[in-house]
């Protein structure tokens, strides 16, 4: 059990209020951790503060008194950078959860950082807007933890990153400084552009209290459909078809039968397709209409590039196929102990790369499980080692350390860019 200095809680009791700082053991797990789930939690307390004003006077008497902290959104992060483990103060943006009205003349929207992201979604949705951030844990993801990771997620090949879509930032230093990095302005060219800093770097050089966001308007007319192809590279070929298709693509994400296997041992699924496949494509489009849909979704089947598929007829079966996709993640955890690596490549060297990693896989760990899904369109590939049942925890733990100089060595091979999670 860590604890903090005494002058330094005793600064905090005058200073904030009664309920600011959390003690309670039940608190501590809970605050101390993220998604990972791996690493042992090992808060001293947890901070909630109000405002920027309060994040700034605390980290001033952090600073003052040598007080470690973990920011803290969400927590749905995979690669365990909110979880203190070695007796730091939580700082959770939680309470700091407002939203200001929509400029619709700028088609932007000030939030504290703790706004959660299905929370600016749908504040945003009442005036026919949207920010473009989206993934399976937006319900519990704050936009603080989103900007701070960079976030990707399933609509990348349609609008980006996180990065693009925050105009402006308040950030309070570790000294407790407050910066404001580019207000509200599209176009500043002046100097550096500090914002782009703090935008992917997971709280290493500030807390972000606040951010002015860019929106866009709510994508009309969505068409989702569920293919299944034999293998990666009738995964690939399709993408080719559906860059080429009379529509939009604003998603497409791809899972193996291994993943659907583990989300139905998990929970209740549909189960759209009449014959399985070992590859499954879900596919997202905007602006589609119906005839040129219909004859493009003919000539896949026409030229064999699918040998199963189906289209939601309406909001509710479109939810069901998202929910194959978006309950893998939960799915692995919960049936089993994932080792997680999150791979971004560019398109082109997919194949080599899985085929490199098949055969890794074979002559190493033979007989392990990989669950693979993801993003194919920006070509970031989730990779899930699972620890077979009859290996003991412990002895996971021990290989999973080792891995990460031939993974990388693999990578070198086929020239792609592997960032490797060490937990
Ligand atoms: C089911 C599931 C699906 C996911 N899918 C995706 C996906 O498709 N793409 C993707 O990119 N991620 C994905 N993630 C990972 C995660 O949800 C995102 O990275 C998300 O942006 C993290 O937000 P959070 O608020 O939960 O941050 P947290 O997990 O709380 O924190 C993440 C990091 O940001 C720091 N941080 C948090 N808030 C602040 C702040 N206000 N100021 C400074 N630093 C801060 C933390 O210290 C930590 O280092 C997924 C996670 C789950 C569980």
Redesign the pocket.
């Given at each position: 059990m860590f604890s903090l200095p005494g002058d330094f809680l005793s600064a905090i009791a005058a200073d904030f209020p009664a309920d600011f700082l959390l003690t309670d053991p039940a608190d501590l797990k809970e605050y101390g951790r993220?998604?990972t789930r791996v690493i042992e939690p090992a808060a001293s307390a947890v901070a909630l503060p109000r405002s920027t004003d309060e994040v700034s006077r605390l980290l001033t008497l952090c600073h003052r008194h040598g007080v470690h902290i973990?920011?803290?959104?969400?927590?749905?992060?995979?690669a365990a950078?909110?979880v203190a483990a070695k007796g730091e103060l939580v700082l959770s943006?939680q309470r700091m959860n407002k939203m200001f009205p929509v400029d619709l003349l700028g088609a932007t929207v000030r939030v504290q950082?703790g706004a959660v992201t299905e929370a600016v979604h749908a504040h945003a949705a009442e005036h026919g807007l949207t920010w473009p951030v989206d993934?399976?844990?937006k319900g519990?993801?704050?936009v603080?933890?989103?900007i701070?990771?960079n976030?990707?997620?399933?609509r990348v090949i349609r609008y980006g990153l996180t990065r693009q879509w925050v105009l402006g930032l308040q950030v309070v230093l570790a000294n407790g400084d407050v910066l404001e990095l580019n207000g509200a302005l599209e176009k500043n060219n002046t100097g550096a552009d500090l914002r782009q800093l703090f935008i992917g770097s997971?709280?290493t050089l500030?807390?972000?209290?606040e951010a002015t966001l860019k929106l866009t308007r709510l994508p009309e007319k969505v068409e989702v459909l569920l293919f299944a192809v034999p293998d990666l590279a009738g995964v690939l070929s399709l993408f080719r078809e559906a860059r080429k298709g009379p529509f939009t693509v604003m998603a497409y994400e791809f899972f193996t039968e291994k993943c659907l296997t583990r989300l139905r041992r998990h929970r209740k699924a549909a189960n759209p397709l009449s014959s399985p496949s070992d590859y499954y494509v879900l596919l997202e489009v905007e602006r589609a209409e119906s005839e040129a849909m219909e004859a493009w979704v003919g000539s896949v089947f026409e030229r064999e590039l699918a040998t199963d598929g189906t289209q939601a007829q309406h909001s509710s079966q479109a939810a069901e196929l998202w929910a194959l996709r978006?309950g893998i993640?939960?799915s692995l955890s919960a049936t089993g102990l994932p080792h997680k690596n999150d791979i971004a490549l560019p398109i082109a060297e997919l194949q080599a790369f899985c085929a490199e990693l098949e055969a890794f896989f074979e002559k190493r760990y033979p007989g392990w499980e990989i669950a693979l899904f993801g993003?194919i369109g920006d070509g970031n590939l989730h990779l899930n080692v699972m620890k077979p049942d009859n290996l003991e925890k412990a002895e996971f733990c021990k290989k999973r350390a080792r891995p990460t100089t031939t993974f990388l060595h693999l990578s070198k091979n086929t020239k792609g860019r592997f960032r490797p999670n060490t937990v």
């Open positions: 993220d998604w973990v920011p803290s959104g969400g927590r749905t992060g995979l950078g909110a943006l950082a993934f399976a844990s519990s993801s704050q603080g933890g989103n701070a990771t976030a990707g997620g399933v997971e709280g500030g807390v972000i209290t978006e993640s939960e993003h």
